[in-house]
């Protein structure tokens, strides 16, 4: 989906997982209740706890990326098939060795595939060749997840699965959406589609989702995070206003969850996530489109012709002074203080999930995650910058801190 350069084909396949995302669904889910409270009170909360209580630094980044993926990987795959970052250490830092390691070198098969192709075989590697053994101890780690959800599903009653909020939900509305697909191609062109290609269409969709959810949430966090660690009194301000939750996200309130609704009623925590996305996008970086075969005029400009690649950047739009004065700087109060008429025009140019046909099918379930983790956090913690160097955003397509670490320490308040 997220490569696919052609309209229809693109919006053929979003449709297959769009209601699996839509925040109607996400906000009603079991499962999505299940992964959050299991994620939180069974994860994340113990093990910042144990970082509190002895007072040990935690680095940040690292630690995020493991909350993202536990999210993303419970949801796509089911709890009983996850990543489960946030407690198998070894397992998460041989993923993000192999994860980081190809993406520096992306460019090359994303804009010159031919070329980088051509090259390769001839012998001349633009790409390292040990880039491949990365992407294929990732392409087996994503299938493995892959045949585990399948198989849950063939074993597990619908009954255990809601019980225990196992089901393989983008998986399995993804899967079976493939399958009436290839179905009907089958009656159409009278021919046996292969059913392990289907697999891996599958398996490839989801590593981009995989992906996607685990990267840009923890870069979002690491920097909400390094911002809130800055101003006691903004996390005294956020506690307060958590503490009108009921249940709240204590721990010692036991798992009871608050509905999402009431966490979307709560202004600061709002405000606080909204500037995060705004001031650091984890996409700064130029969003590709192609123009339709009609001549199209862009912003003024003279009609463009058709298959010509134009893009656009949330790092522009999300530093227009005239709509966010004071753009540089982190600002949470802008979102309370604006009138509705203010609000709508920031609201305009906010792109941190993109627009249109093309915008990020998961930003509901992005953000019912970033207000639960940032609500479990702030209800029971402080936190406090220990090491921050090299917290400036790199100058990237996606954009984590240059010094690929944030240090905080966490105290239980």
Not at 197 to 203: C, I, K, N, W
Not at 208 to 237: C, K, N, P
Request: proline content about 5%; glycine content about 4%.
């Amino acid at each position: 989906m997220f490569s696919t350069k052609e309209s229809k084909p693109h919006s053929a396949r979003k449709r297959m997982v769009t209601n699996v995302y839509s925040k109607s669904f996400v906000q009603s889910s079991d499962e999505a209740h299940e992964v959050t409270r299991t994620v939180l009170f069974d994860r994340l909360l113990p093990s910042l706890d144990s970082h509190a209580i002895t007072g040990s630094p935690l680095e940040i980044l690292e630690f995020s990326y493991a909350v993202t993926m536990d999210f993303v990987s419970s949801y796509l795959f089911g709890l009983t098939n996850d990543s489960n970052f946030i407690q198998d250490v070894e397992m998460r830092r041989r993923f993000l060795s192999w994860y980081f390691k190809r993406s520096e070198h992306s460019f090359w098969k994303q804009e010159i595939p031919a070329l980088t192709n051509m090259l390769r075989s001839i012998g001349l590697h633009l790409v390292p060749k040990w880039v491949d053994a990365a992407n294929a101890e990732i392409e087996a780690w994503l299938l493995r997840l892959c045949r585990a959800a399948e198989q849950s599903v063939k074993v597990t009653s619908d009954h255990v699965q809601k019980a225990h909020g196992t089901r393989p939900v983008v998986y399995t509305q993804l899967a079976e959406s493939l399958k009436k697909s290839t179905a009907k191609s089958e009656v159409e062109s009278g021919k046996d589609q292969d059913s392990n290609r289907e697999g891996l269409l599958v398996a490839s969709e989801l590593l981009d989702h995989v992906a996607a959810g685990m990267d840009t949430s923890g870069i979002i966090f690491t920097y909400l995070f390094w911002e809130m660690s800055r101003d006691a009194d903004l996390q005294a301000s956020l506690r307060q206003e958590l503490l009108t939750l009921s249940p709240t996200l204590s721990m010692e309130n036991g798992s009871d969850l608050p509905s999402v609704r009431s966490l979307d009623a709560l202004p600061l925590l709002h405000a606080v996530i909204m500037e995060t996305l705004r001031r650091h996008p984890a996409l700064p970086g130029s969003q590709p489109r192609i123009t339709p075969s009609t001549p199209t005029s862009l912003a003024g400009s003279p009609p463009l012709p058709g298959g010509v690649r134009v893009s656009a950047q949330a790092y522009s739009l999300h530093r227009n002074e005239k709509v966010f004065p004071d753009p540089e700087a982190w600002i949470p109060a802008r979102w309370l203080n604006a009138n509705q008429e203010q609000k709508d025009e920031m609201l305009r140019w906010f792109w941190a999930f993109g627009s249109g046909g093309r915008m990020c099918v998961g930003r509901n379930f992005a953000m019912q995650e970033l207000k639960y983790v940032t609500a479990a956090i702030y209800t029971n913690y402080t936190s406090s910058i220990i090491d921050d160097t090299g917290i400036e955003q790199a100058d990237a397509y996606t954009a984590g801190p240059i010094g690929n670490q944030l240090t905080l320490k966490f105290a239980r308040v």
